[in-house]
């Protein structure tokens, strides 16, 4: 019997790929064994179970920054993970990585947000027992909540990928990801989103009015470029290049570039994140979130009945919380309606 196709592609990644790639054949596994697929190795699989799940077709109506955002050209939690995985692609490409697994881990990064952005995420991390956290709950998502209940059954290297790709104000870079036996692609999809977050929401701040291109730092401009592109480019080719001079297994980025990076960072919490203006809406949104959450939590019947099931899968407060937090902003918007608002009689 010949190989598969999958076996011939699992070949050619031994023969192309960098030896710090995570390999296909040598994935750790699955939390579940199951039969390997004839074409595809286990990080494609992976990346296709994601693309296919409910979670990544909601994303696209899940707000990034500005709350449901009438404008056509304003980015989305879906379009922030495309963002992220193109540049994670480019760079794992570069590098000769797993651009399978890179890919795999962008495009499920996301997928626990809730809906409202981050106004969302800290609403129920105030109400929830034991908090809320958009990673933890990415994982909750491929492990649990998918397939009604089964999950995806997702490879060890994609779910810790997943797991750890967030850093909010944190450092960029992990601290030891050697020593911590992280992959390569796990760190290229880190520094990847926030390459694209930085760019894509000074685009969206602009369009909005909320910043002008006069009032980013200028110094970022010189290291950088005054274009949204040149940016991009600029760190992209940065990491790439310092990451094959270093050659020390990790990636790694210029001191000029990983300073500007931390700049125009600081100046988008600054300026945009903490901005009333934007935030305006956040403070209603959060009370949405807040009375469903509370409703919800004192009818159980009602919610088991808006949930379909006849009984609850994990205690009464996760699994409301699990509902609100894959809800889309229209969704929470409309349930909200239904619950709390009156609506016109009908006269037939």
Not at 2 to 26: D, H, M, N, W
Not at 165 to 173: R, S
Request: some cysteine; aromatic content about 6%; proline content about 3%.
């Amino acid at each position: 019997m010949g190989k598969t196709i999958r076996e011939a592609i699992e070949e050619r990644e031994r023969l192309i790929l960098s030896p710090l790639a995570a390999l296909s054949s040598k994935t750790k596994g699955r939390q579940v064994p199951e039969a390997e697929c004839s074409l595809r190795p286990a990080f494609q699989h992976d990346r296709d179970r994601i693309i296919h799940s409910k979670s990544f077709r909601r994303l696209k109506h899940k707000t990034q920054v500005f709350l449901a955002p009438t404008g056509d050209h304003y980015r989305t939690r879906l379009t922030h993970t495309l963002e992220v995985s193109q540049i994670a692609r480019t760079i794992s490409r570069a590098l000769r990585l797993n651009e399978d697994l890179t890919e795999a881990i962008s495009l499920g990064h996301d997928l626990g947000h809730t809906p409202f952005g981050h106004a969302g995420e800290e609403t129920l991390h105030e109400m929830v027992p034991g908090g809320f956290h958009h990673a933890d709950q990415s994982l909750r998502v491929v492990d649990l909540l998918e397939r009604d209940g089964k999950g995806l059954n997702l490879t060890f290297e994609v779910r810790e990928g997943i797991l750890r790709h967030t850093k909010g104000k944190g450092e960029i870079f992990f601290e030891d990801p050697v020593e911590e036996g992280f992959t390569l692609e796990t760190q290229v999809v880190r520094i990847a989103d926030i390459i694209a977050y930085i760019n894509h929401d000074i685009d969206d701040a602009t369009r909005a009015g909320v910043i002008r291109q006069e009032d980013i730092p200028r110094d970022c401009l010189e290291r950088l470029g005054d274009t949204h592109s040149k940016r991009i480019n600029a760190m992209v080719n940065d990491i790439i290049s310092e990451t094959l001079r270093k050659d020390e297994g990790r990636l790694a980025v210029s001191e000029g570039v990983l300073s500007a990076i931390l700049d125009l960072r600081e100046f988008l919490w600054r300026r945009v994140y903490e901005n009333e203006t934007v935030h305006a809406d956040f403070h209603k949104a959060a009370k949405i979130l807040r009375e469903l959450y509370q409703d919800l939590i004192s009818h159980p019947d009602n919610f088991l009945r808006l949930i379909e099931r006849t009984s609850l899968y994990d205690n009464l407060e996760r699994c409301v919380c699990d509902f609100l937090a894959g809800m889309t902003d229209r969704y929470a918007f409309d349930l909200y309606e239904r619950l709390f608002l009156p609506l016109p009689w009908v006269v037939k």
